[in-house]
């Protein structure tokens, strides 16, 4: 079984490549080290994956933004499904750069769904964002909520990644899951996440810039919960039943909330980073940015029910886990 990973590169994409290859699965990763943040992160994650599983691993320096240049990467290569993970994260970078949303989250996507079609892939699990609920005050978030007011463009992108995908499910009936993750953190994760940059802060002696005065909410997810919720979604096509699915969907298609279903305040995750760091924050109050939103709950009713996802990692536990591979493993280098 070989599986293609875009976005192999990032966070969320090495983890899920490094699942499938310990349960001795064949994995082509694709990325092309779009500078957003560290390069050398990036490459990192790479090296890890080729270090530890060796020609179980592929890997292609390719933009599948570029649909001549992704059909020439993959031309000799054959693949039965693939985890779309790729994109141009971040919502405030959006502000200023348009144009590689553009790219990255709607041609490439629709790159991937022609690739799929013509490839006949058994199934295409793609992310899609919480960012697409909006600024919702009534929680938690369900699939079946109504999601057409984006407040920033990279929720906007998502939110057509979704429509997209079901005029494709409809028309060539390619099984695809949509994934709507919430604010995932963990070992190897986002320098511009603020776990990442809280800790970092925690332990230079720097300040933390605290948005909307510190109250705000968000589903912290952690990695390893995040990556069985993938494989769980990988290894469960929807079927083309004509049944009704999550996201209302008769196609097979279907749409999931993948989170923690427990919202922590931001404040309450400062202080985990100060106990796990042994060290207190400096504090920046601040209001709210544009195209920020105050809260995220994920309701995980339906992946619960149908593929028995089910979170076990508490911020407790991630957010020592991740200082601790901060610390010991990032921070020396």
């Not at 332990?203 to 769980?232: A, C, E, K, Q, W």
């Not at 619960?304 to 886990?321: H, K, Q, W």
Request: aromatic content about 10%; some cysteine.
């Amino acid at each position: 079984m070989t599986t293609l990973i875009t976005g192999a590169a990032g966070f969320i994409g090495m983890h899920v490549a490094a699942a499938l290859l310990d349960r001795g699965e064949h994995v082509i990763g694709i990325d092309n080290f779009t500078p957003y943040y560290s390069l050398d992160l990036k490459r990192a994650r790479i090296s890890r994956l080729e270090a530890i599983h060796g020609r179980s691993f592929s890997f292609l320096d390719v933009d599948f933004g570029d649909a001549n240049a992704l059909s020439n990467a993959l031309s000799n290569e054959t693949i039965e499904r693939i985890v779309h993970l790729g994109a141009q994260p971040g919502v405030r970078y959006s502000l200023d750069n348009p144009a590689a949303y553009i790219h990255s989250n709607v041609s490439g996507h629709v790159n991937i769904l022609e690739l799929a079609r013509h490839r006949a892939i058994s199934h295409l699990v793609y992310a899609s964002s919480s960012s697409v609920y909006g600024m919702r005050s009534d929680t938690p978030f369900r699939v079946s909520d109504r999601a057409d007011t984006p407040i920033s463009l990279y929720a906007a992108t998502k939110r057509a990644d979704e429509l997209m995908s079901e005029t494709y499910a409809h028309l060539f009936r390619i099984p695809l899951t949509g994934l709507r993750f919430f604010t995932v953190y963990g070992p190897w994760g986002r320098p511009d996440m603020a776990v990442w940059k809280f800790t970092e802060a925690v332990l230079s002696g720097g300040p933390i810039d605290v948005y909307n005065h510190g109250d705000m909410l968000r589903d912290f997810t952690f990695i390893d919960d995040i990556v069985n919720g993938v494989i769980l979604a990988l290894d469960h096509p929807p079927k083309d039943d004509n049944r009704e699915k999550p996201g209302g969907f008769t196609t097979p298609h279907r749409l999931y909330n993948i989170g923690n279903n427990r919202p922590e305040q931001l404040t309450d995750l400062i202080q985990a980073i100060e106990e796990a760091c042994d060290r207190k924050a400096k504090i920046n109050l601040l209001p709210m940015q544009d195209g920020d939103v105050h809260q995220t709950f994920a309701d995980i009713e339906d992946i619960s029910r149908d593929l028995g996802f089910y979170p076990a990692t508490p911020m407790s536990v991630g957010i020592p886990a991740f200082v601790n591979w901060y610390t010991k493993e990032w921070a020396k280098r």
